[in-house]
């Protein structure tokens, strides 16, 4: 009884230090890491060249290595789209570029702007985390150029964007996502995507948070489990 009592407390415990996540398979991580690799590899090339080429010295953006995880490793999340990665990180920039250059207290522009860059990104439909540390790197680095926002966060962003859409394509992974297919190859035994789209604004409306999951793969897990329920029923 001890025994099943200390196992149930370890598991509890462990459950905070990464239990919690799901196993990745090697294959899959080698593929992340590879991607990633690529992906800052090109962008730095890219923005290096064209900053020397323009005499411009800030061609990268520190935040756009937690783009890169987002982009590699979860191609599929809302907050690793395209429009997510270059909206996201372009409007945090003009948020802290405006804060930078319109409040003098570094301490009071801080949280200003990264509560500015999140609600902006809120309203835009563009959420992105590695955004709001764009926010920052204006403060902190001074910047009131408004320039930054689109060389080099919009082009380094649009690159990253660009080599993750041929890489991901090509190790089997679908981005950007797609939206949900109109026909179904079963009617009779699913909901429509009419159905479980109306299902799905129900059950979101009532969650009333961020779902850091594609919006299609929740309409087709709707039906998929609608599909189970008419099986089981028979």
Known sequence: MKSKQSNHVASTWFHYFGQDQALVAWPER???????????????????????????NEWLMASLGASALLIFVLPSSPMAQPWAVIAGNVVSALVGITCATYINDVLLALPIAVALA???????RCLHPPAAAVALIAILGHVTIYRYAFFPVMLDSMVMCLVASFYNTLTGKVYPTRPPKPELKN??????????????????????????VDRAELIEIIQAGSKLETKNSV
């Open 187 to 212: 009617k009779a035994a699913q909901m429509s995507r009419v159905q479980a789209e109306a299902q799905l604004d129900t059950i979101l409306a009532e969650y009333q948070e961020v779902m850091d």
């Open 118 to 124: 999140i609600m902006a990104m809120f309203i835009l």
């Open 30 to 56: 080698f593929r992340s890491v590879l991607g990633a690799f690529i992906g800052l590899g090109v962008t730095v090339v890219v923005g290096k060249w064209l900053g020397e080429w323009v005499g411009i």
